[in-house]
């Protein structure tokens, strides 16, 4: 169950997103997993795409006053990131993340690659893409060890978009290819298909592959969620019109444009609008349809205009630009291609700046406006020092940044042993394994176990002139040696209460004889086979066998016990032993009664405390 939350919570899995909601009550019924039903609630806003009706569930939720960082409280800051980063609050996405990452609420690998792998998104949004590398490389690195190693490809898919927003196509194209053999059959992955096929398509257009482009694009229209999905339908139509037009294929070029156009209009999206008209006033301008060519410019231009459509305004000015040199306007042409350059240097866009001022050298010394087009070499020489200053700086930051990652490997590293040792030191080895994987909460079904407790005759009277340090000495020789015999015969200690010792034999891992296995470490006690601060004859000990609830109460003081019959029963049989003896049920005298070493004394009838006459056995080794 922990495993499907994660996958909904965490990474958004499609299908298991949907069996979460599905299994909504089970999930929110189950006190061990302590999910609020709001988180659910959230998580399903989320993936109707209702993100700020998703994200008032969730600021609405209450954190709790203690600081604490359950894996709730991990979803939830998840999810409000993912939300913000979404809908363009690329900061507040970082805030969250890194006040998430300050707690000790990351304490398994899966957790610290997801926060490392959505800090590098934001990153990326930020066009940091440097920095964001530094952390896509550490998540990739800590999603290797994790629960679900399918983010490793994930996250590969993350570093080839850095490259390809890098410019690096050959390395961007490697890793896609990568990714899309590793993932193409995984269903719960079909957005990161979509998306990786997408950005290799995008790779090969810019590398001048468009054949292997228009093939990519013309499979992504195959998958049911690219059709159904009209954003993505038509970003990918988009894209297929561009292969096609770089193809010559004009007339087939054309017809995706338009249907583009349509489906934007229809769906109220301008920004799309607007490509398709930009597309189709170059398809009419290699096709030498100057007058055609102006009309789509001019639309796109006013439409961008009209709506403050942003990321394509500029791409409207060049477009005119180059339908006025196609007419012969060469001054026109250049004035437009000097307000993109200006807009562009404004914005910080330095690389497309000097693109176009590229351009506009080129125009400006056909026209033989030779002073002018210095002026522009010197604009392009100023930004590319730009550039280097903010490549320079960047640099100065990544190495910042892997030095703050080293530091707090280092610390999560210390802080995790410090925190594995004391876990080892109190609890069973395969309890404190499931704690330190994220478990809060542990509750076990154990059908077959078998129970001992021990303690000393007399304890009060021997210890009631001891010193502090004396007791503590005699206590701490006892149960070592206690400790030595269960770790012979597979057992082991649950709890000391005073002088009284519990131990344990089936808990761990299921075994066929844990009866004769518990059997033989208290023979090895009472025998004097381990070394003791007192005589084996001063103990008493009581066995019995049977089901058990054995678990972990999450609070303040962790601890590992089992309860039921079984254990209240053992309990009894060391209460009516006697010193230097065994005394055990009939469940445990059956349990060995075939085997020749072990000598079973039945004894009269007890009258147990809630159980009423009992069959009760002496148990020695056999002379």
């Not at 590398?207 to 970003?235: F, K």
């Not at 490997?409 to 042993?417: H, S």
């Not at 330190?436 to 021997?462: C, H, K, N």
């Not at 049989?573 to 055990?584: A, V, Y």
Request: glycine content about 4%; proline content about 2%; overall charge negative.
């Amino acid at each position: 169950m922990q495993d499907l939350l994660d996958r909904a919570f965490l990474l958004f899995f499609r299908t298991s997103v949907d069996e979460v909601i599905a299994r909504r009550e089970e999930i929110v019924s189950n006190s061990a997993l302590a999910i609020e039903p709001a988180l659910i609630d959230a998580l399903e806003l989320l993936y109707d795409r209702k993100y700020e009706e998703s994200l008032a569930v969730l600021e609405s939720m209450q954190t709790g006053a203690d600081g604490s960082t359950d894996r709730s409280f991990v979803y939830r800051v998840i999810v409000m990131s993912r939300i913000h980063g979404r809908r363009g609050r690329v900061e507040r996405a970082l805030e969250l993340l890194n006040s998430l990452s300050r707690q000790s609420a990351c304490v398994d690998a899966l957790a610290e690659s997801i926060l490392t792998w959505r800090t590098a998104d934001c990153l990326r949004m930020q066009r940091k893409f440097n920095e964001a590398m530094v952390l896509l490389q550490k998540a990739f690195e800590v999603a290797e060890v994790s629960s679900v190693p399918i983010m490793t490809s994930v996250i590969k898919g993350d570093i080839a978009s850095v490259y390809l927003s890098l410019g690096d196509m050959a390395r961007a194209i490697v890793l896609y290819e990568q990714v899309m053999s590793e993932i193409a059959e995984e269903a719960d992955l079909v957005d990161t298909v979509i998306r990786t096929r997408s950005n290799l398509a995008s790779a090969f257009g810019s590398s001048n592959r468009n054949a292997e482009a228009l093939r990519e694009y013309d499979q992504l229209l195959q998958i049911s969620e690219v059709v159904n999905e009209w954003q993505i339908n038509v970003a990918v139509k988009l894209n297929k019109a561009i292969a096609l037009k770089a193809l010559m294929r004009m007339e087939e070029s054309r017809a995706e444009y338009k249907e583009v156009r349509e489906l934007s209009i229809e769906n109220e999206d301008h920004f799309f609008e607007i490509k398709a008209l930009i597309g189709l006033s170059g398809l009419c301008l290699k096709m030498e349809e100057i007058a055609e060519a102006r009309v789509y410019a001019q639309e796109a231009h006013q439409l961008a205009t009209e709506r403050d459509v942003k990321s394509v305004i500029v791409e409207t000015y060049t477009t005119l630009a180059d339908v006025d040199r196609a007419e012969g306007l060469g001054d026109q042409a250049i004035s437009r291609q000097r307000e993109a350059f200006a807009r562009l240097q404004s914005s910080g866009d330095h690389r497309k700046a000097i693109a176009v001022a590229v351009d506009l050298v080129g125009w400006l010394k056909e026209e033989q406006r030779y002073q002018d087009a210095l002026e522009v070499q010197e604009a392009i020489a100023t930004v590319q020092q730009s550039i280097n200053e903010r490549d320079l700086e960047r640099s100065l930051e990544i190495s910042t940044v892997r030095e703050r990652l080293a530091d707090e490997r280092t610390a999560v590293r210390v802080r995790d042993e410090e925190r594995n040792k004391v876990l080892h030191a109190v609890l069973p080895a395969h309890i404190a394994n499931r704690l330190t994987s994220g478990e809060r909460q542990i509750v076990d079904t154990l059908p077959a176990v078998t129970i001992l407790f021990a303690d000393v005759v007399g304890f009060t009277e021997l210890v009631s002139s001891m010193t502090g340090e004396a007791l503590l000495d005699l206590l701490s020789k006892l149960f070592t040696g206690m400790d030595i015999a269960a770790s012979r015969f597979g057992c082991e200690r649950i709890k000391t209460i005073g002088d009284s010792y519990m131990a344990i034999c089936g808990a761990s891992e299921a075994v066929d004889d844990h009866i004769e296995r518990i059997v033989r470490m208290a023979l090895c006690v009472v025998n004097g086979e381990v070394p003791l601060p007192i005589d084996p004859s001063q103990l008493r000990i009581g066995i019995n066998t049977g089901p058990v609830i054995a678990g972990v109460m999450d609070g303040q003081r962790i601890a590992y016990d089992v309860w039921g019959d079984t254990v209240n029963v053992a309990a009894r049989m060391e209460e009516h032993s006697r010193p230097g003896s065994i005394s055990c049920t009939e469940a445990v005298a059956q349990g060995v009664r075939q085997i020749p070493e072990f000598n079973l004394i039945k004894r009269e009838p007890l009258n147990i405390h809630g159980k009423g006459l009992m069959t009760t056995y002496w148990l020695e080794k056999a002379t």
